[in-house]
Structures are given as C-alpha cells and as structure tokens.
Nanobody, 118 residues
Framework: VQLVESGGGLVQPGGSLRLSCAASGFTFSNYEMSWYRQAPGKERELVASIISVGSSTNYADFVKGRFTISRDNPKNTMYLQMNSLKPEDTAVYYC????????????WGRGTQVTVSS
C-alpha cells in the first residue's frame, strides 16, 4: 500500500500550487480521502476531505474559497488545488485514506513540503 504526495515546493504569497496524491495497493474508490497539514511546532490538522464516490467535500474554515479538493478514481489519484496561498499555509501536507465499512482502515502518505514565502 502506498500513498505518494507530490507537487509541493516554494511559492510566493498569493501564488498557487497543485498537490497530487497517487494511491496504489488498495481499492482507491472505496476510501474517503483527505488532505492534512502540519506546520512546525503545531499539531496535524485536517485541510479538506472528499467522499469515496461522488463530489461531496468538506473544508477547514481557513482554506474555504482558496483550496479545492478533487479525485480521479480511474487514475487512483487525489488532488488539492491551492490558490491565494498565505505564509501561514506553510506546512507539510499529507494525504490520508479512510475506509469505514465493512471494516475500519486508514493509510497515510509521507507528505510533501509547501513553503509560502517571498
């Protein structure tokens, strides 16, 4: 099982990045997928999530209107489009997969660094 994030990097305030999370080794379409982030000295926090099939999404208040989560089940990939980036968005971004039925299981990626700085 693997979740591999990519697309992170250094961007100026107001800029954009698109993160990707490539999944393998499990049935991607059975899993709710999420993006989390962790800044230095802070706890990991939920950024956005998307259900297994369909388009229902959930966002943390601090990214609403700026970030968009999406998934492509045939490609086993999830995305996070990040616009209007702020310095406080600087963090390691992780993808996570959760299955709730008929059994509970979770997988994490290793993260990708996003740095917003001028």
């Amino acid at each position: 099982v693997q979740l591999v994030e990519s697309g992170g990097g250094l961007v100026q305030p107001g800029g954009s990045l698109r993160l990707s999370c490539a999944a393998s080794g499990f049935t991607f379409s059975n899993y709710e997928m999420s993006w989390y982030r962790q800044a230095p000295g802070k706890e990991r926090e939920l950024v956005a999530s998307i259900i297994s099939v369909g388009s229902s999404t959930n966002y943390a208040d601090f990214v609403k209107g700026r970030f968009t989560i999406s998934r492509d089940n045939p490609k086993n990939t999830m995305y996070l489009q990040m616009n209007s980036l702020k310095p406080e968005d600087t963090a390691v971004y992780y993808c996570k997969g959760d299955r709730y039925s008929p059994f509970r299981r979770s997988y994490w990626g290793r993260g990708t660094q996003v740095t917003v700085s001028s």
